[in-house]
């Protein structure tokens, strides 16, 4: 790992370098005639997601805020409350429902996609000069060390065509034994912003190994610790020490766009410019993907087997499921722009998918026996393929300050999800409150969707089920206000599921028959004030049935800190973070199969999480440092994220992120 860091600072500082001789041959084509007292290109970097699937462009900010760069873990990035192992790469689960997150077709991404770039969240840019990114944190003792590191590099050919790639590797033995989870991701973007052609792309590879422990082997050795005798967390005894989950996965998305025809209008300043009257859209995506489940000796943990596992169906010395999937994915949009609609003020998209989808996963082996008495085990795979086809289309106003709102449907026509659909409408509108600008907004989702593949039919060593499941129906709608002068967000939720697919204390997909509510609030609000400064984030939910939908009632995450500017240059943040939840049934992880099940064995939470931390910000420069969970030792023990797997005890971790714009 040192030395893939060593070699990774020494190919961002060579693009530095590069970029910059670059920026000086520019400045003297253009007639600059020194660096030195000369005119130079000002930085100029602009930043944007694609949304409504890859036919708007959503302008983001570079990331160079200092609050909150302490929070080095996507997942509490991310969200409030989670479900997780502890340790950084381990397999996580949001605690607030409006971010659960479910992959469309492969359940195996369930608890890694917060740690996975998936299109919606690709960024794309567009630079005046060159831009990267090097960052870099760490975490203790080097026994157990924890790194990430993290290189952005992207560079417009001319004023169209940008190019640029991101590498992201983050590695952490964790605490406890047998709990190392390592990730490697490495993705090439380009887009081109023409007169009247346009595309994106991204090619992504992902990579991640994890080794899971199966929990420590008592729960008391962390609740009374005073009981036992052990001198470091690893010397805790764990479940397992050979056990596995593999995932490669490679991704491609790409998007383009031909204006069918200009017209000329009139802008807000009364300039003539030209506006296109409709425009056609492609996207072409490609999904594909490898899992494998391995416990290498199961022999060794006959005591266990049947605790740890339901079955051994194929292989009694060995584990190694392996499963496939892939897909491809094409989508035809004609999109009238409301740019040139002046008239209504607003515009019109209508499209058309297929969806094709392959899988492969163990089969029930076959067994027989040799002339002389031996057996002989044939490994059997099944495969299907899925095909669907949808239509949809969407009204919408995204131009303009004071009222945005949009209204769509997407069917399902042919194929395994024919009757499926998802209907949803969004409103937003700003104005003024004693000078004050106000945002409301509100959303409405309704679906039906038909139960994946791996829900209703699935095999492996020690897991298997054939089920026949309906359709789930669900409608959430939320809304909520936003004022940034007063630092202030609030949102409510409400969602009611009908025929809801959960996992079952026997962690199989299990349907409720009955309907299902869910309601809660989100509340975010940033005190300021003589340099003191408190960013609190809160949640409240109350679900109808916490064997299916189990959910902390209350969440917070509160950021306390002083800050202070020195000598006009260095601004200083010196505080600490403080997490809780109530206690509730938190889901057990079961490791075959990567997804959290719901228990009623013991609560976990009801326990508060201190982290004092220190950060600095000059120029280009933002570095942190801080203790996790300096109150390991301060009255209760019961510091688990769900049952069997306790939290890290105190760790102190440091890290920079540098930014380059030549």
């Excluded at 998936?118 to 090097?134: G, H, L, M, R």
Aim: hydrophobic share 35%; proline share 4%; aromatic share 16%.
């Amino acid at each position: 790992m040192t030395k893939a860091v060593i070699t990774l600072i020494i190919s961002l500082l060579a693009i530095a370098v590069t970029g910059q001789n670059n920026s000086a041959r520019r400045g003297a084509q253009m007639g600059q005639s020194s660096p030195a007292g000369s005119k130079v290109i000002l930085p100029d970097v602009r930043v944007w997601r694609m949304t409504d699937s890859y036919t708007l462009a959503d302008s983001i900010p570079i990331d160079t805020m200092l609050n909150e760069h302490q929070i080095n873990n996507p997942i509490w990035r991310n969200n409030v409350s989670n479900v997780t192992l502890g340790n950084l790469g381990s397999p996580a689960k949001s605690a607030y429902f409006p971010t659960l997150f479910r992959h469309d077709g492969n359940m195996f991404f369930d608890v890694l996609g917060q740690y996975m770039d998936n299109p919606e969240t690709f960024e794309y840019y567009n630079t005046k000069t060159p831009y990267s990114n090097f960052s870099y944190q760490m975490g203790y003792p080097k026994r157990r060390s924890e790194e990430y590191v993290h290189i952005l590099f992207t560079q417009n050919v001319n004023r169209k065509l940008n190019l640029g790639f991101k590498y992201k590797l983050s590695s952490s033995i964790g605490r406890y034994e047998s709990q190392r989870a390592d990730h490697v991701s490495f993705r090439l973007f380009s887009s081109f912003d023409g007169d009247y052609y346009k595309y994106t792309f991204s090619g992504i590879y992902h990579k991640a190994e994890i080794r899971e422990n199966g929990g420590i082997l008592n729960d008391n050795y962390i609740l009374y610790p005073d009981s036992f005798e052990y001198d470091k967390p690893e010397d805790i005894p764990v479940q397992f020490m050979d056990q596995k989950n593999r995932t490669s996965r490679y991704q491609a998305v790409f998007a383009h766009s031909l204006d069918v025809a200009h017209v000329e209008r009139l802008d807000a300043d009364s300039n003539t410019v030209e506006v296109p009257v409709a425009t056609i859209h492609h996207k072409l995506y490609i999904d594909k993907s490898h899992h494998e489940y391995r416990v290498d000796n199961l022999k060794t943990y006959a005591d266990l087997l049947d605790k740890l596992f339901p079955v051994i169906s194929n292989d009694s010395a060995q584990t190694a499921d392996s499963l496939r999937y892939f897909l491809i994915s094409n989508e035809f949009q004609l999109k009238l722009n409301e740019e040139f609609n002046s008239a209504l003020r607003f515009g019109l998209r209508a499209y058309v998918g297929n969806d094709v989808r392959r899988y492969h996963w163990p089969a029930q082996s076959v067994f027989s026996f040799d002339e002389n008495g031996n057996k002989i085990t044939e490994y059997k795979q099944n495969s299907e393929n899925r095909v669907t086809t949808y239509i949809g289309g969407q009204i919408f106003k995204n131009i303009g300050r004071n009222l945005r709102w949009s209204a769509g449907a997407k069917v399902y026509v042919q194929g395994y999800k024919e009757g499926d659909f998802v209907a949803d409408g969004n409103l937003t509108t700003q104005f003024d409150v004693k000078e004050k600008p106000v945002t409301v907004f509100a959303k409405a989702v309704l679906s039906l969707t038909s139960p994946q593949l791996f829900e209703e039919n699935y095999h492996s060593n020690h897991h298997a089920w054939d089920l026949s499941l309906d359709k789930t129906k669900l409608m959430r709608i939320e809304g909520g206000v936003k004022i940034p002068d007063l630092k202030l967000e609030l949102n409510v939720f409400s969602a009611t599921a009908d025929k809801y697919i959960y996992w079952s204390e026997a962690c199989l997909p299990t349907q409720k028959d009955a309907v299902t509510q869910v309601f809660g609030a989100y509340l975010y609000k940033h005190f300021s004030g003589a340099g003191f400064n408190s960013i609190d984030r809160l949640t409240v939910q109350k679900t109808s049935d916490s064997d299916v939908i189990p959910l902390p009632t209350f969440a917070i995450y509160s950021s306390n800190f002083f800050e202070r500017e020195f000598f006009g240059v260095l601004l200083f943040q010196i505080g600490f973070d403080a997490r809780y939840n109530t206690a509730y049934y938190t889901p057990k992880y079961v490791p075959a199969l990567m997804q959290f099940c719901a228990q009623n064995e013991r609560k976990t939470g009801n326990y508060i999480y201190l982290d004092p931390f220190v950060n600095f910000h000059i120029k280009r420069v933002r570095f942190y440092a801080k203790y996790e969970h300096i109150n390991k030792r301060w009255g209760s023990q019961d510091y688990f994220n769900t049952i069997h797997y306790p939290a890290n005890p105190g760790t102190f971790k440091f890290g920079f992120s540098w930014n380059f714009y030549d």
